[in-house]
């Protein structure tokens, strides 16, 4: 009798212990966890950072080609995305002006702004802080990092699969780089027009000078006498390449390239683009060839 207590008491206890094993492993494989990220750039940094990890899923806030948010409102139904979201992925640096909305009305919500760590350049005037950090690679490589660390620690069961997709994301965005860097060495210095403030962090890194500004908000045309200033400023300075963008009418760009007989080309600040992870690379990647087709001219 006695023999056969004791094996079915241990049993029991083994069993107890077994299916609370797998049941408190059935909860953390389940655990789902969305990601909702403010834009395009966001979007494409935190798809690649979590890649793999399981029950993360990552959606854009607002539709795929609204570009730079700037004064950009949130509709309902960009809301109704963040109803189940437990984290936000923002820029910062003043590009989300809807930011405040969101932590007053979902304050369960973690937010994870990325632009920590990164120099600001003022804008000018009285603009603040010009926020368009991830088109400068060095700066989309720290914005990367820092989603990393943040969703590691937020996520911490998964914190080494974190880590590893940020690691190769930062090698391509490295290398990247480096091609962007030796290839664009022999224009440094070099002036460009561009069409919207988003390029000054590209300047800096590849050693370019924006000497005018086409339009300062997107989506604001510019007026007949910034027209005519920037006209001027060209005939002064001679040709300088002109810069559109892919996301806005090209309407004062086509205009100042009559007048001065200067060529538009187009650069992408990568706002808007594929859903696909190497969307920001290519974007680049094609910025690339247009410069170097530009400045060989
Ligand atoms: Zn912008």
Redesign the pocket.
Known sequence: MFRCRVPAFILSIFFMVCSFVSVSNAASETKEIKIVASFYPMYIMAKNVVKDVPGVSVQNLTPPLTG?L?DYTVTTNDMKKLADAQVFVANGAGMESFLDKIIAGHPNIKIIQLAGGIPLIKGEGNEGDNP?LWVSISNAIIQVKNLGKAMGEFDSSHKELYAKNTANYVAKLEALRQKMHSELAPYKGRSIITF???FPYFAQEFGFNIAAVVERE?GSEPSAKELAETIDLIKKNGILPLFSEPQYPAAAAQTIAEETGAKVYVLD?AVTGPDDYDAYINIMENNLKVLKQVFQN
Do not use: D, N, S
Request: glycine share 0%.
């Open positions: 730079c700037h368009h919207h403030e988003a997107p600040p």
